[in-house]
């Protein structure tokens, strides 16, 4: 992952942040049974931008560990982008927060840029950024798909972690450990590729598939 350049600041943006301005923390939403609310989430975003903001922090300071810990960091992420983006065609700067040791930032940080319905397959050289990178990416719940190398024994581990961190058994229930479309056996690294992305490509050709019916 590289770092960003004031050379790929968009012009507009550049000369804003030069002049200074004011990038809010975004507060959290929520009804009186408190259940996020969209709407008046969206309302607090278009404050903030009519207000002269220069653009949104989501999942810094007060909120920062709430909507993590009830998985809401890639609700509140996206739709502060999304209203942004409507509400104005002004330069805005959208921060999204990262917490945590170096790991784990760093998975929060590589998890916010993958778009909606992404495919995450997890197979790094450590099982413990194996575990921060699995769990960013539950706790977004926007995924398509998400697959962790290795074994039912490594799967039932990782999950009495993430259990234990605050992880519900729906979110759970949706990591697929051992990966790999069955009927191609072998443990080299050559098979695991290739029987990974069969499976893979079978759940994009299912989906594309039922896609194509509900239209």
């Known amino acids: 992952m590289t770092g960003l350049r004031f050379a790929d600041i968009p012009a507009p943006a550049l000369s804003l942040l030069r002049r200074g301005t004011v990038i809010p923390a975004h507060p959290l ?8 609310d969209r709407e008046s989430q969206k309302a607090l975003t278009r404050y903030y931008i009519d207000a002269g903001s220069g653009g949104l922090a989501v999942g ?34 959208l921060i999204a927060g990262a917490i945590g040791k170096t ?20 197979m790094t050289h450590s099982h413990a950024r194996d ?4 769990e960013a990416v539950l706790r977004r719940g926007d995924f398509a798909y998400l697959g962790l ?11 009495a972690r993430l259990r234990a961190s605050g ?29 990974a992305a069969a499976e893979i490509m079978r ?8 896609l194509a019916r509900s239209a």
């Open 29 to 36: 939403a929520l009804d009186a049974a408190r259940r996020f």
């Open 60 to 93: 810094v300071h007060a909120t920062q560990f709430q909507i993590r810990e009830a998985q809401l960091y890639r609700p509140v992420l996206e739709l502060a982008a999304e209203t942004a983006k409507s509400w104005t065609e002004a330069p805005l700067f």
């Open 103 to 122: 790991a784990q930032a760093v998975a929060e940080a590589e998890t916010a840029r993958a778009p909606k319905g992404a495919n995450f397959l997890v």
């Open 131 to 134: 575990q921060q990178i699995v």
């Open 149 to 159: 190398i290795g074994s039912a024994t490594k799967r039932a581990r990782f999950v």
């Open 167 to 195: 992880i519900g058994e729906a979110a759970l229930a949706r990591l697929v450990c051992p990966i790999g479309a069955e009927g191609i056996p072998g443990k080299e690294p050559g098979v695991i590729a290739l029987a």
């Open 203 to 210: 759940r994009h050709r299912a989906a594309a598939g039922k």
